[in-house]
Every structure is written in structure tokens, then in C-alpha cells.
């Protein structure tokens, strides 16, 4: 089969679309970037929802073994050199199913999560715009909303990283999700579940501001004109995703060990009932393994998010193209019959 080595850019064809109010051409860009201005919230929603899914479950073999990858003081047959070689073993050893555990919680909880985020985004991102740059494209503005998106989006996603941690990790005692549920509300408490809150706040809000600004950048490089452009959307999502990634990876080795409450490295450290507060996770993680400890499992980090940025945008940047297309040729069809 032969490859043309033309890029692929999808555009729309204006030349006969006319706005409702005032007989004047749409302006593809503007209402591709940010989806026509009828559209509702349920529209962001549901393309940020697909997005976040497949965001998750197409790389969640890697997301386990980064977990496993972070433990402070991981058992003998539990200590993995690269990620290749950790999935190799988990399936010889554990079954070939054991990189997926966790995975339901995961899906239940990324389609809301990322529904509320993506949504938030857009809409922030073009109140912010219309304020400091007069509607055009503005890096402070999409770094303040993909911190304010941020801050919704961890409310809802908390919980199910915190379950999803505890059965990723080896020998986990849970028999399945509610069974990890249960337990962890009947011994620890609800506020199990935020116990790791702020320091995913204080992780994710630099995470994805620099994700969002790197994004944005590099559609102004790669695409200018802002077509659809499946390409441009991958790479700009894949470096997006590989530096934030690992600029935060020391704040997402604290969430692991909030979220985990790893009892034999606590031990270890004479750290009685559960771990919590950031100050004191940076401590423990410092007198665990040093500086070094900081930056365990980045590798894993690092593999994991550069596809997943790189689906995430990809998949939500095809249903805002999709969307767009839909609503521009339902508003020039009645126009074609007069």
C-alpha cells in the first residue's frame, strides 16, 4: 500500500455557510478551536469523556507498573529495572490479567472526571482569552484554565486513584473494587480517600498548566491555522504530556505513598497509623531513598503519559472537529434550498 507523505489536514468548506444572525461567513478556525457557540456543556462533556476513557485504558498496563515502580522498599520479587521487563514478569508470575487490575475503577471514574475537565477547559479558556487577549490565543489563559479545570476534575478522580493504587500493588490484600472500598472506608475512613488531595492538587496544577501551555505552543508551530490535523495533535500532546510528566514525577511518588500507605516501608521509618500531609510524605520519602527516591518509577511515568496525552488530545480534537462539521452542515442545509 503506498503512504502519500502529505500531511493530513481536514478543513471545512465556508464558502457558503452564512451565520444566522448577521448573513456573515463563519470563521472556521474560531469556531473549530473552541466549537460552535450553541453547543452545550453536555457536548464538551461527552467528547471530553470518550477522550478521558480511552486516555486511560489504552495505557494501563504501564500505569501499574509505574506504581510498582515508585514502592519505597519494594519486596524481592517485586523489583523491576525497566518497564519492559516488569510487565514481562507481572504476566509470568501473576497472570496476564494482573496489569489490568483496577482498571473498572479507573474507567468508572476517568469518563466524569474528564468530562467536568474538558469542559471546564474550553470554557474558562475562552473567558479568560476574551479578557487578556481580545478573544485570541493566550498561554496565561490556558494555563489558568487547565488549573481551575484541574481542581474539578481531581474531586471526582481521587477516590478511584486511591482504589486503583491499592490493587495495583504487588501482593495486594483486596479481594476486588468494592471489597478495597469497603475496607479502606470500615478501617481507615472516608477521608481515605482525599488523604492524598492536596498533594494531587499541588501535582496536577503545575502538571497541567505546563501541559496546557506546551499544547497550545506547539499548535501555534505545528498548526497555525487550527484545521483538524491528527498529526499535530498527537505530537504536541505527546510532548506535552512527556515534560509535565517529568517535571512532576517527585509530587506523583508522594501521591503514590499517600494513596498506597506502603505498611513495610512506613515501618521502617517508625511511621505509625497512616501517613498524611504533604510535609511530611517529602520527609519520608527523603529518609526512605534520598533525593533519589524522588524519581522513582519516571521512566514508567513518563512511557504512560506521552500516549496518553497524545490519545486524549487526539480523540477530543476529532469530536470537536466532528461536532463542528455536524452543526455547519445542518445550518447550511435549510440555506441551500432557498
Partial sequence: MELSSDPVVATLDMSQVKSKEDDEPFDIDADYESLPPHVSVATHMTAGAVAGILEHTVMYPVDSVKTRMQSLQPEPNAQYKSV???????????????????????????????????????RVKR?????????????????LAGSVATVLHDAVMNPAEVVKQRMQMYNSPYRGLWDCVQTVTRTEGVGAFYRSYST??????????????????????????????????IVSGAAAGALSAAITTPLDVCKTLLNTQENVALSSVNVSGQLSGMANTFRTVYRLGGLAAFFK?????????????????????????????QHLEYEAGPRSMK
Fill in 297 to 325: 518509577g519516571a521512566q514508567a511515568r513518563i512511557i504512560y503519559q506521552m500516549p496518553s496525552t497524545a490519545i486524549a488530545w487526539s480523540v477530543y480534537e476529532f469530536f470537536k472537529y466532528f461536532l463542528t462539521k
Fill in 200 to 233: 494531587q492538587l499541588t501535582m496536577n496544577i503545575p502538571f497541567q498548566a505546563v501541559h496546557f501551555m506546551i499544547y497550545e505552543l506547539m499548535q501555534e508551530q505545528l498548526n497555525p491555522h487550527r484545521h483538524y490535523h491528527p498529526g499535530s495533535h
Fill in 84 to 122: 519492559y521487563q516488569a510487565l514481562k514478569k507481572i504476566i509470568q508470575t501473576e497472570g496476564a490479567l494482573r496489569p489490568l487490575r483496577g482498571l473498572n475503577i479507573t474507567m468508572m471514574g476517568a469518563g466524569p472526571a474528564h468530562a467536568i475537565y474538558f469542559a471546564c477547559y474550553e
Fill in 127 to 143: 473567558s479568560l482569552s476574551d479578557v487578556i487577549q481580545n478573544g485570541g490565543n493566550s498561554h496565561v489563559a490556558n494555563g
